[in-house]
């Protein structure tokens, strides 16, 4: 109410600069076409003096009327004008190309920045990966890490903690596959499953240090401690989710992939395969039926 200022509303500065320039070449081309239109009555109104009211009529110039000069005169002018408009001063000038140019290197500079943070953030997974494989070279490696995992076309792999899609030939092969060996799960995938599967070890990761889990269940705080815990294990599959996949995806030396051949809506997606670091090495494709709605591809990849 009383004391209180009304705020003005702002302007943008960039679309205040905008504005200014378009305001002067508004100005530009009505001063070119003022310019034009005295020049059509000028040279009319240099015509009739010499024709009708004989003003100069005995002067010549090389032989022409001396009106005729006058005109080619004031039409040069005209041109140049012309020119000086459309051609020499440009719409925004050389000072606003400047701006915009110091204005995409403080981006560029920015958007460097924004990689270095990120790299930052990364290099903590990077130095563990590296650590780990470190640890390996220390000694004979007897166990095989193994990624399972089914990814749409655009790699989705579940929404609202659920999976998207039911093939009962990619739950038959999970379950052979992993049968009697370790699964490696974040916190938010293992609660997803009505209770512990059968005949297998979970490894549960969670920050949560008082996490509850049915007795079996092993808890730890992060994928080196998962792996750690399944050394053992000649072939401890890494079951997700999201972020667990892009982490082991440094550390695994296989992946088990069933490509469903659709695009989905989901929340939770795998990362990209890098060609340069995975080579395929089976490729079993399946066609729609009765108990498949999708057709899907049974994929292997080993680490090259």
Do not use: C
Not at 12 to 36: G, M, P, S, T
Not at 156 to 177: E, P, Q, V, Y
Not at 247 to 254: N, S
Not at 257 to 262: A, M, Y
């Amino acid at each position: 109410m009383f004391g209180k200022k009304k705020e003005q509303p702002q302007i943008d500065k960039e679309q205040l600069e905008l504005i200014q320039n378009a305001q002067k070449r508004i100005k530009q081309k009505k001063r070119l076409y003022v310019h034009f239109v005295l020049f059509l009555i000028g040279s009319v109104f240099i015509i009739i003096a010499n024709t009708v009211l004989n003003i100069g009529k005995d002067f010549k110039l090389l032989g022409k009327e001396w009106f005729l000069f006058a005109i080619l005169i004031w039409l040069f002018f005209l041109i140049y004008h012309v020119f000086n408009v459309f051609i020499t001063h440009k719409f925004m000038g050389k000072s606003w190309e400047k701006k915009q140019l110091d204005k995409l290197i403080i981006q560029q500079k920015t958007r460097i920045e924004q990689l270095k943070n990120e790299l930052h953030k990364e290099a903590p997974l990077i130095a563990e990966s590296e650590r780990y494989n470190e640890s390996l070279n220390k000694k004979e490696k007897t166990s095989e890490l193994t990624i399972i995992v089914a990814a749409a076309e655009n790699d989705a792999i579940g929404k609202d903690n659920k999976l998207i899609w039911h093939l009962s030939d990619d739950l038959k092969r999970f379950k052979s596959l992993t049968n009697g060996h370790h699964i490696i799960m974040g916190r938010k995938t293992f609660e997803s499953f009505p209770k512990p599967l059968p005949n297998r070890t979970h490894v549960v990761i969670t920050r949560q240090t008082d996490y509850q889990a049915p007795e079996g269940v092993i808890i730890v705080n992060s994928l080196e401690d998962a792996i750690n815990v399944a050394k053992n294990d000649p072939q401890p599959y890494i079951i997700g989710g999201g972020e667990i996949y892009k982490q082991a995806l440094l550390l695994a030396d296989k992946i088990e992939l069933t490509r469903v051949h659709e695009n989905f809506e989901g929340d939770a997606f795998f990362p990209e395969i890098d060609a340069s670091v995975w080579t395929e090495t089976t490729n079993v494709f399946h066609t729609k039926d009765d108990k498949h709605d999708y057709e899907f591809s049974f994929l292997t990849y080993v680490r090259k």
